[in-house]
T-cell receptor
């Protein structure tokens, strides 16, 4: 079975600082990997995805992530944080025939200090 | 293009009651799945529907059931509500694998927040 671990339930950065949100996965087969963002009282919005093409993936709002098979990681980064980036971020994995379900991590709440 | 819509947005029930949540999939999507997101946690997969049949299920008891209709909309039914059923219920849709349009991600609605007292 696959699983996702997000290190750090809360991350706080200053506006303009680097954002690094960590995600490690466990899967016995090649995974698809995703980062979703959730703003308060809203659903999930896709930031970016890895589906076995380029290992460095660029997403919306200046975010990017790098798939590292040797480290089983898919960390999310953004060079310069903006106040509007404050939200909950979820890493997710899907595997197997049909990729029927996403397995989510427990989430990381990003706070951006002025 | 209309996104995933869910209703109701909020509802309150008492323990033992039954609830039905509704979801309209995004235009062109024939596969619908439901997730439960408890407070402070990531979403957990409940089940998926394709061609009006359940074709994948997570670790949820049978009192969680669903339907998919010919227009691809879906319902989630929960019987004998328990306090722990209080959560945000998210519906997600995607194109079917056979369409060639599937690119891996799910498209989520804004959820129905259920409170069980």
């Amino acid at each position: 079975a696959q699983s996702v671990t997000q290190l750090g339930s809360h991350v706080s950065v200053s506006e303009g600082a680097l954002v690094l949100l960590r995600c490690n996965y466990s899967s016995s087969v090649p995974p698809y990997l995703f980062w979703y963002v959730q703003y308060p009282n809203q659903g999930l919005q896709l930031l970016l995805k890895y589906t076995s093409a380029a290992t460095l993936v660029k997403g919306i709002n200046g975010f990017e992530a790098e798939f590292k098979k040797s480290e089983t990681s898919f960390h999310l980064t953004k060079p310069s944080a903006h106040m509007s980036d404050a939200a909950e971020y979820f890493c997710a994995v899907s595997v197997g025939t049909g990729r029927r379900a996403l397995t989510f991590g427990s989430g990381t709440r990003l706070q951006v200090q002025p | 293009e209309t996104g995933v819509t869910q209703s109701p947005t909020h509802l309150i029930k008492t323990r033992g009651q039954q609830v039905t949540l509704r979801c309209s999939s995004q235009s062109g999507h024939n596969t619908v799945s439901w997730y439960q997101q408890a407070l402070g946690q990531g979403p957990q997969f409940i089940f998926q529907y394709y061609r009006e049949e359940e074709n994948g299920r997570g670790n949820f008891p049978p009192r969680f059931s669903g339907l998919q209709f010919p227009n691809y909309s879906s319902e989630l039914n929960v019987n004998a509500l328990e306090l722990d059923d209080s959560a945000l219920y998210l519906c997600a849709s995607r194109p079917g694998l056979a369409t060639g349009d599937y690119t891996g991600e799910l498209f989520f609605g804004e959820g129905s927040r259920l409170t069980v007292l």
